[in-house]
């Protein structure tokens, strides 16, 4: 289906697009990365359950494209039971318009918003 809409835009798996940025300084040995193939980081991943075996009851939602792979992450993350914490400024899309309806549906009963700087300073404190 992603193919429908996105064409030739499509990230495909091994390409340089599809790597993780080396500025997040990822620990590989210690930190999974959830490989998946649609909108959700929840279908078909494996990630709640890794994620409740790990006791985890709240995500952080960041990443690209506001208002269709974070959008969807985080309401699947909320329906599951999670507690929702969803990046204002560390979320992108492809137009501010997109960004704030999403901003305004995930704050009306799905997550909470905050800024980065609100999160270092929750995981530094």
Same mark, same amino acid.
Request: charged share 25%.
């Given at each position: 289906?992603?193919?429908?809409?996105?064409?030739?835009?499509?990230?495909?798996? =091994? +390409?340089?697009?599809?790597?993780?940025?080396? $500025?997040? &300084?990822?620990? !590989?040995?210690?930190?999974?990365? %959830?490989?998946? /193939?649609?909108?959700?980081?929840?279908? =078909? +991943?494996?990630?709640?359950?890794?994620?409740? $075996?790990? &006791?985890?009851? !709240?995500?952080?939602?960041?990443? %690209?494209?506001? /208002?269709?792979?974070?959008?969807?992450?985080?309401?699947?993350?909320?329906?599951?039971?999670?507690?929702?914490?969803?990046?204002?400024?560390?979320?992108?899309?492809?137009?501010?318009?997109?960004?704030?309806?999403?901003?305004?549906?995930?704050?009306?009963?799905?997550?909470?918003?905050?800024?980065?700087?609100?999160?270092?300073?929750?995981?530094?404190?």
């Amino acid at each position: 289906m992603l193919g429908e809409w996105w064409n030739n835009d499509l990230i495909m798996d =091994g +390409t340089p697009e599809s790597m993780l940025m080396p $500025e997040l &300084g990822r620990r !590989e040995e210690e930190e999974a990365v %959830v490989e998946k /193939n649609t909108y959700s980081a929840f279908r =078909g +991943t494996q990630l709640e359950e890794r994620l409740r $075996e790990m &006791g985890v009851e !709240e995500v952080i939602v960041t990443g %690209v494209m506001t /208002n269709l792979c974070c959008e969807t992450t985080a309401r699947e993350a909320f329906v599951r039971g999670f507690r929702v914490f969803f990046s204002t400024d560390a979320t992108a899309t492809s137009s501010e318009d997109l960004h704030q309806a999403t901003l305004k549906n995930m704050g009306y009963g799905f997550a909470y918003l905050v800024d980065s700087k609100t999160l270092l300073h929750a995981f530094f404190s």
